[in-house]
């Protein structure tokens, strides 16, 4: 007899009845070209069922384990995937990128246009991996299917620490906005740490009221970005603009006006200042199980999050070089905005110029948030991490994956504050965008690997054979940025060769505990049941294949 199961999560806003099997399973029309198509992922991300290692939990009920881990019913609309997307990168048009000006002008913008290049190729391959596959363990799900466990793990695990630095890296950030605007000593940061998490805890407790905030947060975020510099426009002056001054060895200074002063070495140093206008728009697979309509609603909220992120980061990039007090100047700033503002205005009152830093700063940290901790519970439902880690609330919160992610930041955000090493904060960054360079190199590889053997998969935003050419030219940039990276920065030899040694203690991780929770792991049954609920859609409507 077949044991009840719970009400799968309804991906496609309408109930779909699903045919249970004598062993309390789905049954699908195998004979069609879809149905082998899923048949073949069930092999690979499902994987072969064995009976010898798996946690007694999930052996014994796993419907009733995976009632304890249920997100909240779809809710989010486009708008919702925009706010999160744009909220998760916003921060990175107030701060960081202005470091790149040392290189020149020039640079940044070559460097960006690459970056840029690189979003847009990563954005479209997600969107349709995450239309054909809407599992929250996102990437994990997919190179579960494409490869093996090995493979899942290793880029669930990168876009997850990914996640977890430069979030700690946007909470020491915003503590020391709020140092700045009340004045305080830096010993007090850690109770702004603590403060700012702790209101991203309680907001995410009840993900409604999270996608809400986090929309109209990123939304004034975005009028941050552009009112400042409507105000200073008349002072506008591109006249010192692609001057850059080369320190010598002798200690004298030249200056260049050439468009790339330090050639193409330039660029490749300008690549991950240029990438922090854009880093973490890869968080959009977290929101899925909780967005409606998925096959309509995240090509639009994607859309329109990664026009809004391209138009501001270029606005952000260009204009600020010709704004008050220079290029020069600005290089240093740690909130360029403040800068302008108070030298275009002759204001000394820094913190009131501050204000207009917080409220993207704060929209980043929560939408980080909220993105690690579906990453952790992804990761956890699907076997990769402890299956603690993936409890939710009764209204479909993960508690155990925020209170990890709340630690995480903590831990970080202290370890910034108190590290006697200047470079502290630099490492940090560049471990994560070494994090996310490996994960925008592995992803394509998959995206191509599923293109190839589940060609039938049905796929509601599908880019055809163009796909695998966006896939290619993604391995390109991000392959090429990382060894250039590599080649030319110590710090990024030292970081890569610490990321490298986690790495391969991953494999014996992976075979001696991951494997074990992988064996028979209710995430196949989960992952099963939506597949078949979809492709039995898919059979309705032959249209949206």
């Keep these: ?115 840029s290049l690189l979003m847009v190729c990563v954005s479209l391959n997600l969107t349709e991996l995450v239309t054909a596959m809407p599992f929250a363990s996102g990437c994990a799900a997919y190179a579960n299917a494409a490869f093996n466990g090995v493979v ?75 009112i400042p510099l409507i105000a200073v426009a008349p002072q506008i ?110 204001m000394s009152n820094h913190q009131a110029v501050t204000l207009i830093s917080l409220p993207s700063v704060f929209a980043s940290q929560l939408a980080i948030y909220y993105g690690v901790t579906r990453y952790i519970y992804g990761q956890s439902r699907g076997g990769y991490m402890p299956p603690i880690l993936s409890l939710t609330t009764s209204q479909g919160a993960p508690y155990t994956a925020m209170i990890a992610t709340s630690f995480m930041f903590t831990v970080l955000s202290v370890v910034l504050q108190y590290s006697s090493a200047n470079d502290t904060a630099s490492t940090l960054v560049t471990m994560g965008t070494i994090f996310a360079l490996t994960a925008y190199i592995v992803q394509p590889i998959v995206y191509i690997r599923l293109k190839i053997r589940l060609p039938d998969l049905p796929r509601p935003f599908n880019m055809k054979s163009l796909g695998v050419g966006v896939a290619t030219l993604n391995i390109i940039i991000a392959t090429g940025a990382l060894i250039g990276m590599v080649y030319l920065n110590r710090m990024w030899q030292l970081c890569l060769a610490g990321i490298a040694v986690a790495y391969v203690l991953m494999v014996p991780f992976y075979l001696l505990v991951v494997r074990h929770y992988l064996t028979d792991s209710p995430e196949k049954m989960f992952i099963k049941r939506q597949l078949d609920s979809i492709m039995r859609e898919s059979v309705r409507s032959p249209s949206t294949a």
């Design 237 to 346: 002056d591109f006249s010192q603009a692609f001057t850059t001054m080369i320190p010598l060895s002798d200690g004298t200074v030249i200056i260049s006006t050439d468009l790339l002063p330090y050639g193409f070495s330039g660029v490749i140093n300008c690549f991950p200042l240029a990438l922090y206008l854009l880093i973490c728009f890869e968080s959009m697979p977290c929101c899925v199980e909780e967005t409606q309509e998925i096959k309509t609603t995240i090509p639009r909220g994607m859309l329109m999050a990664n026009l809004t992120i391209l138009f501001l980061s270029w606005i952000a990039l260009v204009v600020c070089a010709g704004m008050p007090p220079g290029v020069s100047l600005l290089t240093a700033a740690s909130l360029p905005y403040s800068d302008i503002l108070s030298n275009a205005f002759n």
């Design 1 to 115: 007899m077949s044991q009840p199961r719970p009400k799968a999560n309804n991906r496609s806003n309408r109930n779909i009845a699903m045919p249970t099997s004598t062993d309390g399973g789905t049954s699908l029309p195998e004979a069609s070209s879809r149905g082998l198509a899923v048949k073949s992922i069930r092999q690979s991300s499902i994987g072969r069922h064995s009976s010898g290692n798996s946690p007694a939990t999930w052996k014994n009920n796993k419907d009733e384990y995976l009632k304890k881990r249920m997100l909240m019913p779809a809710y989010a609309n486009s708008f919702h995937v925009w706010g999160f997307v744009v909220g998760a990168v916003i921060s990175g048009e107030f701060s960081g990128f202005n470091t790149g000006y040392v290189y020149g002008l020039g640079s940044m913008i070559v460097a960006h246009i690459f970056a």
């Design 152 to 226: 899942a793990c290793f880029i669930g695990y990168a876009y997850t620490f990914d996640m977890v630095f430069i979030g700690g890296e946007v909470t020491n950030f915003i503590g020391a906005a709020l140092a700045l605007l009340f004045n305080t000593e830096p010993r007090f940061n850690i109770l702004y740490y603590l403060l700012t998490i702790l209101i991203c805890h309680l907001i995410n407790f009840y993900p409604k009221v999270y996608f809400n905030v986090v929309t109209i947060g990123s939304a004034v975020s975005c009028l941050m970005v552009i």
